[in-house]
């Protein structure tokens, strides 16, 4: 099986992150330091709590800021927000903090957000109609140059919204306030505001009338603009939609889903390695939704024709990965059955020549998204935690392996104070090309410097649901949720049983 190296030019509001940190000088040639072993038990407990304390230790206190990325942290992410909601309610789950601090923490941080500024003004607010612009300054939490008002990163936000809504169930006057906000925070949306119907500017991808724009601009033309792509298409807009039709004041109709996410399904699904499946390159696109959904024995229409649901779907498009890494087509350096993953993430950044990996003319991206899939390979030699992290739920046998086997190899050059480094690639040894972000070792290769708060965030959180199933037990209860799910017409398993309020 031949591939050929490619790139992919993905819509802008599917990287979640997109500056590099400053560039960092090349370090000396020596081993990575090597770190002690652990078993499987261990090492599961050992990623989750150094994983949330990322999300602890950095968000900041006073305006509940998570950082797009730390230690550079240049601005903050909406989405790495959604995560830090749903990590501070783990770590009082696990017993990292107590269930109080989370919860008060909890409080605070719905308190920001919901007295935020909103408004149509292109600068001094945070958001507009409920939604929120995709990064936010750290002195103040108001949009960040000219960054979109974001429909997919404010979605991640309200998962980690009405996570904190249905976990913090207690009577107690903290927990109840955190459940009156949560409502409050996600009823304000309103989601007819970015339908392709309110853009004269039609989709550049296929979006009907009422699919779902990705991001707003204020700034463009009398009344603002949605730009020229919508959520349509398999991809990780699957949980825009639910959350969109699970609204209480301003859902949209069942047409959203059928003639805008899911009207080109059949165009996405595709073999890959012997199996059949909905393709998108990043596994990103197979994750995020899943994080607080369980979507496990649960089926609309689509998938009810495929005889599979969306949970083995991204099982599928998780072994695939691992084959291509056992396969390793294009030769990078490494590669294996235990050390694969590819997804959106930093990386070397281009040198100003071409250099040669194993006899071939190379080219090395900054942040991109990278990726696998029957429709295109976006490989530079870029290995990524994350994407096993994000899976580990989907494929433990094939994921925790993955994970183990890097923390082994790479040591704390990879995996350090708060879990795995964003990326690494060990066939960029260039010491003379530069980088855009991290550090080179004319050995070991390219190191990020940075972690990255949207690829923590699934390494925490599907941890914990393959550990005890805690996220999605808990929105399993959600009403929302429920509601969304039911009007888009999955049927089966928990949905079946399962009430809308």
Same mark, same amino acid.
Do not use: C
């Given at each position: 099986m031949t591939f050929r190296l490619g790139s992919l030019a993905l819509p802008f509001l599917a990287l979640a992150a997109c500056t590099p940190a400053a560039t960092t000088a090349p370090a000396p040639s020596s081993a990575p330091p090597a770190l002690a072993p652990l078993t499987e038990a261990q090492f599961a407990e050992d990623l989750s709590e150094r994983t949330f304390r990322y999300f602890w230790d950095t968000t900041s206190r006073e305006r509940c800021l998570a950082p797009d990325r730390w230690p550079s942290n240049p601005f903050s992410s909406i989405a790495s927000t959604g995560f830090a909601l749903t990590a501070f309610g783990i770590g009082a789950e696990r017993g990292y903090v107590t269930r109080d601090e989370a919860a008060e923490r909890t409080r605070d941080c719905l308190r920001f957000y919901w007295t935020a500024p909103q408004g149509p003004a292109a600068s001094g607010v945070s958001g507009y109609k409920g939604f929120f612009y995709h990064f936010l300054n750290n002195e103040d939490g108001t949009r960040r140059g000219k960054t979109e008002l974001s429909t997919v990163d404010t979605t991640l936000l309200l998962g980690g919204v009405l996570f904190a809504q249905s976990y913090y169930d207690r009577d107690t006057a903290v927990e109840a306030e955190i459940r009156d906000l949560a409502e409050k925070i996600y009823a304000r949306v309103d989601w007819t505001f970015v339908q392709r119907r309110n853009s004269s500017i039609p989709s550049g991808n296929g979006?009907?009338?009422?699919?779902?724009?990705?991001?707003?601009?204020? /700034? &463009?033309?009398?009344?603002?603009?949605?730009g020229t792509h919508d959520w349509v298409g398999y991809n990780e807009g699957m949980l825009v939609y639910i959350l969109a039709l699970g609204s209480p004041t301003h859902a949209v109709s069942k047409d959203a889903w059928d003639k805008g996410w899911a009207a080109r399904l059949d165009e996405d699904w595709g073999r890959f390695y012997g199996r059949?499946?909905? +393709?998108? /390159?990043?596994?990103?696109?197979? +994750?995020? $939704?899943?994080?607080?959904?369980?979507?496990?024995?649960? &089926?609309?229409?689509?998938? &009810?024709?495929?005889?599979?649901d969306y949970f083995e779907n991204s099982r599928r498009a998780t072994l695939s990965q691992r084959d291509y890494g056992a396969d =390793?087509? =294009? =030769?990078?350096?490494?590669? $294996?059955?235990?050390?694969?993953? @590819?997804?959106? $993430?930093?990386?070397?950044?281009?040198?100003?020549? /071409?250099?040669s990996v194993n006899g071939t003319p190379r080219s090395f991206n900054g942040y991109m998204a990278r990726g696998v899939s029957a429709k295109r390979i976006v490989d530079d030699g870029t290995i990524v935690p994350t994407a096993p992290g994000g899976s580990v739920a989907f494929a433990p046998e094939a994921a925790i392996p993955a994970l183990m086997a890097m923390r082994v190899k790479y040591g704390a050059r990879l995996y350090s104070r708060y879990g795995f480094k964003d990326a690494i690639n060990p066939s960029?040894?260039?010491?003379?090309?530069? $980088?855009?972000?991290?550090?080179?070792?004319? +050995?070991?290769? @390219?190191?990020?410097?940075?972690?990255?708060?949207?690829? +923590?965030?699934?390494i925490l959180a599907m941890m914990e649901n393959h550990r005890s199933g805690l996220v999605w037990k808990v929105m399993r209860k959600n009403p929302h949720i429920i509601r969304g799910l039911k009007r888009i017409g999955f049927t089966g398993g928990w949905l079946d049983e399962a009430k809308a309020e």
């Open positions: 979006g009907g009338p009422d699919a779902i724009a990705m991001g707003w601009y204020p /700034e &463009r033309g009398a009344g603002g603009d949605f059949d499946f909905l +393709q998108f /390159e990043p596994l990103f696109g197979h +994750q995020y $939704s899943h994080v607080w959904v369980d979507f496990r024995g649960i &089926r609309d229409a689509f998938m &009810r024709g495929k005889g599979i =390793n087509p =294009n =030769n990078w350096t490494d590669y $294996s059955a235990d050390i694969w993953g @590819w997804t959106a $993430s930093d990386g070397p950044g281009y040198s100003k020549d /071409e250099y960029f040894t260039f010491t003379d090309a530069g $980088s855009k972000s991290g550090a080179v070792d004319p +050995q070991h290769g @390219w190191v990020a410097g940075d972690y990255l708060g949207i690829d +923590q965030g699934p």
